[in-house]
């Protein structure tokens, strides 16, 4: 199975960029349909962005939408997170998830990486 890795999280100042890195080992993620997802205190984790298995997809939420991208490069094996113009309301913890193969369902986690945004 895949084992998924995040890194780049930080403390930053509102209007700055990150750059969320997944880093998978154990499988290819050439099958794998990847997302990103985050949870801030006292919430609910929620859907941030997606690629899909082929990379041919993406998807966002409405938060995300024109602000960040998700890409992926096959040859690291890694799927990115950029971030532009980060807001107060971005802070959390940013989770990559991993479907199974060709899948829609995610079913591979990684243990997140924090995002502070200061005001």
């Known amino acids: 199975q895949v084992q998924l890795a995040e890194s780049g999280g930080g403390l930053v100042q509102v209007g700055d960029f990150l750059r969320l890195s997944c880093a998978a080992s154990?499988?290819?993620?050439?099958?794998?349909?990847v997302g990103w997802f985050r949870q801030a205190p006292g919430k609910e984790r929620e859907f941030v962005a997606g690629?899909?298995?082929?990379?041919?997809?993406?998807d966002y939420a409405d938060s995300a939408q024109g602000r960040f991208t998700i890409s992926r490069d096959i040859a690291k094996n890694t799927v990115y997170l950029q971030m532009n113009s980060l807001k107060p309301e971005d802070t959390a913890v940013y989770y990559c998830?991993?479907?199974?193969?060709?899948?829609?369902?995610?079913?591979?986690w990684g243990r997140g990486t924090q995002v502070t945004v200061s005001s």
């Open positions: 154990g499988r290819s993620l050439l099958r794998y349909g």
């Open positions: 690629i899909s298995w082929s990379g041919a997809t993406t």
């Open positions: 998830a991993a479907t199974r193969p060709m899948g829609k369902e995610y079913a591979y």
